[in-house]
């Protein structure tokens, strides 16, 4: 589309499947890179109404949080006399609601995390493939929804969000298609499976429950799956799920033989995190709030708009809000 290599041409670069030569072995935009100026400009056109929707849930949204690891943001309130205010924030884990990963957030074990930065320098001291990479530039550009539910009701299969429903690149083409979306190249996709609105509308004791057996729809851990967005110069992919991909991995073509399951956190084994966020450099963001734009692009048929995301400015950021808005 844009004059880059194809991912077949990528499975002989060094190491296979990644785009490290593509955008220079010293870049740290990735995949963010396909968002030019002539595509940014030429997303506007998809603005007809001026319609505007939010994609972040509220902090806290998703307490408690189903890994566990990120526990409940504290916002206080002071003032310095009766009419001033002003607050802070305590325990306020960057992931623990809508979120955009940085290139740093996930290394791949042989090759380390995006352009080879060794895991031994990936450290609270360095800026290295921080989120204010992406925060300096910020990011805009078209974007399409693609909806999982209505795709799963419109060929009459069986869906619950409950469960590890993996989405295949035969999924994305059929619900592409029957949406009528093209892909012009730098396209940011999103996924709505419905998970999210399923998660924030349980009761607190209906959540600690779910989170004993949590599963999420997603992407397959495939090959294809990587080809597809690559040779679509997908920009960034989002859902609103925990992970984008399925979880937990039910096949993978990313296992690394031998390799031992960590101590303490996440088992990224098999994951498609590591191929699309290390060797791609592919901008990744979870848990974003997508059920009131799919009713909106359901309402008119119309699955794309202009989208911007501008994360947080934290230099060495890992993650941080998307402050995500889809403008129709």
């Known amino acids: 589309m844009g004059g880059h290599p194809d991912y077949d041409a990528l499975l002989r670069a060094d190491p296979p499947g990644s785009s490290w030569d593509v955008f220079g072995r010293t870049d740290e935009r990735g995949t963010i890179n396909f968002l030019t100026p002539e595509r940014v400009a030429a997303a506007a056109h998809a603005v007809r109404t001026g319609s505007r929707f939010n994609l972040d849930y509220?902090?806290?949204?998703?307490?408690?949080?189903?890994?566990?690891?990120?526990?409940?943001?504290?916002?206080?309130?002071?003032?310095?006399?009766?009419?001033?205010?002003?607050?802070?924030?305590?325990?306020?884990?960057?992931?623990?609601?809508?979120?955009?990963?940085?290139?740093?957030?996930?290394?791949?074990?042989?090759?380390?995390?995006?352009?080879?930065?060794?895991?031994?320098?990936?450290?609270?001291?360095?800026?290295?493939?921080?989120?204010?990479?992406?925060?300096?530039?910020?990011?805009?550009?078209?974007?399409?929804?693609?909806?999982?539910?209505?795709?799963?009701?419109?060929?009459?299969?069986?869906?619950?969000?409950?469960?590890?429903?993996?989405?295949?690149?035969?999924?994305?083409?059929?619900?592409?298609?029957?949406?009528?979306?093209?892909?012009?190249?730098?396209?940011?996709?999103?996924?709505?499976?419905?998970?999210?609105?399923?998660?924030?509308?349980?009761?607190?004791?209906?959540?600690?429950?779910?989170?004993?057996?949590?599963?999420s729809p997603g992407l397959a851990q495939r090959e294809r799956i990587l080809r597809w967005l690559w040779d679509r110069e997908i920009a960034l992919v989002a859902s609103d799920t925990p992970a984008v991909e399925a979880d937990p991995v039910v096949e993978s073509d990313f296992r690394v033989p031998g390799e031992r399951a960590p101590e303490r956190g996440v088992n990224h084994s098999g994951m498609l995190h590591r191929p699309l966020i290390a060797l791609l450099g592919m901008a990744m963001g979870e848990l974003w709030k997508l059920d009131e734009l799919a009713a909106a692009s359901a309402a008119d048929g119309r699955y794309d708009f202009f989208l911007t995301c501008k994360p947080l400015n934290i230099p060495g950021g890992v993650g941080s809000p998307p402050n995500a808005l889809a403008i129709r």
């Open 58 to 215: 509220p902090v806290n949204a998703f307490e408690p949080y189903p890994t566990g690891t990120r526990p409940a943001t504290q916002h206080h309130v002071f003032a310095n006399n009766e009419f001033h205010r002003d607050d802070w924030l305590d325990s306020f884990y960057l992931q623990s609601t809508s979120q955009l990963d940085s290139l740093r957030h996930i290394g791949h074990p042989e090759h380390g995390f995006y352009n080879g930065l060794p895991a031994a320098e990936n450290t609270d001291d360095s800026t290295a493939l921080g989120i204010h990479t992406w925060a300096e530039s910020g990011i805009a550009g078209r974007g399409v929804l693609l909806d999982v539910p209505a795709h799963f009701a419109r060929t009459g299969r069986d869906y619950d969000v409950e469960t590890t429903v993996v989405l295949d690149v035969e999924d994305l083409d059929a619900m592409a298609q029957a949406q009528g979306v093209t892909w012009l190249g730098g396209d940011m996709l999103l996924l709505r499976t419905g998970w999210a609105e399923n998660y924030v509308a349980k009761t607190p004791e209906e959540r600690v429950e779910f989170n004993t057996r949590n599963r």
